[in-house]
């Protein structure tokens, strides 16, 4: 009898789960950034972009973080200020924002060869780069693989030299799986993705500023990570499947690149921004002053200002 009181409150539990995750599906559409909105089909699955600016005008990719809730909506105070001297191209990454959100397994390779094959294809043409946190590391094999695609770079926050640089190991084999089950993983995921759990994570991690984490900016996330199947993306970040060590490949990168890091952050810290500069001799730093993770957020006029005269230096116009 204790037996079946126990598989009974069981399945009353997943049940309950179940009917919690059906709830919570779909809370609204993603945020947008203005432009004008385009798809690109990327090995047989649907991406989406957004792009403003003159044509013929030198083209500028945005490639925002990895994280719940991840999408251009990351560069709203950039994009369509970059535009007015640049063709700007804000792609959401698969698994994310407005893009398809397929049940797949994700790794660091995914990144890199989404955005090789997005400035080949759809760019045509050397273009410079912002990429912000873990996926300024993940693009750095493309910009080796595939030097003549990209003209200059900027780095925001990036991890690779101290941070996220160690593969995921048995317990995130583990993690990943409880993610991806139908019910749990859910619910798992769904336990981040509350807005409580947004607001510690702009609050404690991505800001600086508490006043910039307005309920305006928590709902826009707390759609986007809604969205059906976009917990699939995530889950590979929290389990490590997308760490990626730079300390064999950032030497190799012919780029002059500006790292953008805000004085304040603390996952990676500032600290680690000198590794970037020492171990490659094209690398100049940037710090923002009252910015954490978010400097092109939170500092978004300063941002903008020296990333277009590091763009346009030596530019004939």
Same mark, same amino acid.
């Given at each position: 009898?204790?037996?079946?009181?126990?598989?009974?409150?069981?399945?009353?539990?997943?049940?309950?789960?179940?009917?919690?995750?059906?709830?919570?599906?779909?809370?609204?559409?993603?945020?947008?950034?203005?432009?004008?909105?385009?798809?690109?089909?990327?090995?047989?699955?649907?991406?989406?972009?957004?792009?403003?600016?003159?044509?013929?005008?030198?083209?500028?990719?945005?490639?925002?973080?990895?994280?719940?809730?991840?999408?251009?909506?990351?560069?709203?105070?950039?994009?369509?200020?970059?535009?007015?001297?640049?063709?700007?191209? @804000?792609?959401?990454?698969?698994?994310?924002?407005?893009?398809?959100?397929?049940?797949?397994?994700?790794?660091?390779?995914?990144?890199?060869?989404?955005?090789?094959?997005? @400035?080949?294809?759809?760019?045509?043409?050397?273009?410079?780069?912002?990429?912000?946190?873990?996926?300024?590391?993940?693009?750095?094999?493309?910009?080796?693989?595939?030097?003549?695609l990209f003209r200059?770079?900027?780095?925001?926050?990036?991890?690779?030299?101290?941070?996220?640089?160690?593969?995921?190991?048995?317990?995130?084999? @583990?993690?990943?799986?409880?993610?991806?089950?139908?019910?749990l993983g859910d619910?798992?995921?769904?336990?981040?993705?509350?807005?409580?759990?947004?607001?510690?994570?702009?609050?404690?991690?991505?800001?600086?500023?508490?006043?910039?984490?307005?309920?305006?900016?928590?709902?826009?996330?707390?759609?986007?990570?809604?969205?059906?199947?976009?917990?699939?993306?995530?889950?590979?970040?929290?389990?490590?499947?997308?760490?990626?060590?730079?300390?064999?490949?950032?030497?190799?990168?012919?780029?002059?690149?500006?790292?953008?890091?805000?004085?304040?952050?603390?996952?990676?810290?500032?600290?680690?921004?000198?590794?970037?500069?020492?171990?490659?001799?094209?690398?100049?730093?940037?710090?923002?002053?009252?910015?954490?993770?978010?400097?092109?957020?939170?500092?978004?006029?300063?941002?903008?200002?020296?990333?277009?005269?590091?763009?346009?230096?030596?530019?004939?116009?």
């Amino acid at each position: 009898m204790a037996l079946l009181r126990g598989a009974a409150a069981a399945v009353g539990v997943v049940g309950g789960l179940a009917v919690f995750n059906r709830a919570l599906a779909k809370v609204g559409e993603p945020a947008r950034i203005g432009g004008e909105e385009r798809r690109y089909y990327w090995r047989g699955w649907k991406l989406a972009y957004r792009v403003a600016g003159e044509v013929g005008a030198p083209p500028v990719l945005l490639v925002h973080g990895v994280y719940a809730g991840a999408s251009s909506y990351e560069f709203r105070k950039n994009f369509l200020e970059l535009s007015k001297d640049f063709r700007v191209y @804000a792609l959401d990454l698969l698994g994310c924002g407005l893009s398809e959100r397929p049940r797949r397994s994700y790794g660091s390779e995914d990144v890199s060869a989404q955005v090789e094959d997005f @400035a080949r294809q759809e760019i045509g043409a050397a273009a410079n780069l912002i990429a912000s946190s873990l996926s300024a590391a993940l693009v750095v094999p493309a910009a080796i693989r595939s030097p003549r695609l990209f003209r200059k770079l900027v780095l925001i926050c990036p991890t690779g030299l101290g941070s996220l640089d160690r593969p995921s190991g048995g317990l995130g084999d @583990a993690i990943y799986g409880l993610f991806r089950t139908p019910i749990l993983g859910d619910s798992l995921y769904n336990a981040i993705v509350s807005r409580r759990g947004i607001r510690y994570y702009l609050g404690g991690m991505a800001y600086h500023n508490p006043n910039l984490l307005t309920e305006h900016t928590i709902e826009d996330y707390y759609r986007t990570s809604h969205q059906p199947g976009a917990r699939y993306f995530p889950a590979a970040f929290v389990s490590g499947k997308l760490n990626l060590g730079l300390s064999d490949l950032w030497s190799r990168v012919p780029h002059k690149s500006l790292i953008a890091w805000g004085q304040e952050a603390r996952t990676p810290p500032v600290s680690q921004a000198h590794r970037f500069t020492r171990t490659n001799p094209r690398a100049e730093l940037k710090v923002f002053r009252d910015a954490a993770l978010l400097p092109h957020d939170e500092r978004a006029e300063t941002f903008n200002a020296e990333t277009k005269k590091f763009f346009l230096a030596g530019v004939r116009r």
